[in-house]
C-alpha cells in the first residue's frame, strides 16, 4: 500500500465531512475534526494490503466498526458515502460498508447478496441497487451520492447508476 500524507489524520483537509475513517488500525480512528472514532466488533484483522497503510478485513455481515450515533449522521440535503472495498466473493449475506441503520431506520450503503455483488443503498424504506457488478478480490472505490431527487453510484469516479431518491435517502 501506499504511504498516507502527513494531513490525513489532523482533520485539516476533512473540514466539510462529518466522518473519515481510514481503517488502518482494528478501533478506527476518525480524521476529520468531529472525532467520532470507531470501536471494533467481531472479527475485525488488520492486514498489510490496503490502499493507504494497512486496511481492516472484516467477516461478511458479522463483524465492523461501529462510531456512537450522533445526529449528524441523519443524512439529508446533497450528500456522498464512500469507501475504499476489497470485496470477497460474494456470500449469502450483505456486505455492509457504511452506514446507520438500527433495524428500523438510519441508511446503509452495502454489497449486495446477490450473484453480481451490487452496491445498494437502504434509506427511507426503500432499497436502490446499482444493477452494475463490484468485481471480487479488486480494490474498488465505491460511492453513492445524493443530489436533490436524485442518487448516483460511482465505481472507480465512474457513475455506473442514476436513481431517484426520496426525501431522506
Known amino acids: 500500500g501506499e504511504t498516507e500524507p502527513a494531513y490525513c489524520t489532523d482533520g485539516s483537509v476533512w473540514t466539510n465531512a462529518i466522518g473519515v475513517w481510514h481503517m488502518q488500525e482494528t478501533n478506527a480512528t476518525d480524521s476529520s475534526t468531529n472525532g467520532f472514532d470507531g470501536t471494533a466488533n467481531g472479527t475485525v484483522t488488520q492486514v498489510s494490503g490496503g490502499k493507504i497503510n494497512g486496511a481492516n478485513d472484516f467477516v461478511r455481515s458479522t463483524s465492523f466498526v461501529q462510531v456512537t450515533d450522533d445526529d449528524q449522521f441523519t443524512l439529508s440535503g446533497e450528500y456522498t458515502v464512500s469507501a475504499w472495498i476489497y470485496s470477497d466473493p460474494a456470500g449469502t ?70 436513481v431517484a431518491a426520496l426525501a431522506g435517502n
Not at 122 to 133: D, F, L
Request: hydrophobic fraction near 35%.
Open 93 to 162: 449475506a450483505s456486505e455492509g460498508i457504511a452506514g446507520t441503520y438500527n433495524g428500523s431506520s438510519g441508511f446503509i450503503f452495502a454489497l449486495r447478496n446477490n450473484t453480481i455483488n451490487e452496491l445498494e443503498f437502504w434509506a427511507s424504506g426503500t432499497w436502490r441497487y446499482s444493477g452494475t457488478a463490484v468485481p471480487d478480490s479488486e480494490w474498488k472505490h465505491v460511492a453513492y451520492t445524493r443530489n436533490g431527487t436524485t442518487g448516483y453510484f460511482y465505481i472507480d469516479g465512474r457513475r455506473v447508476a442514476t
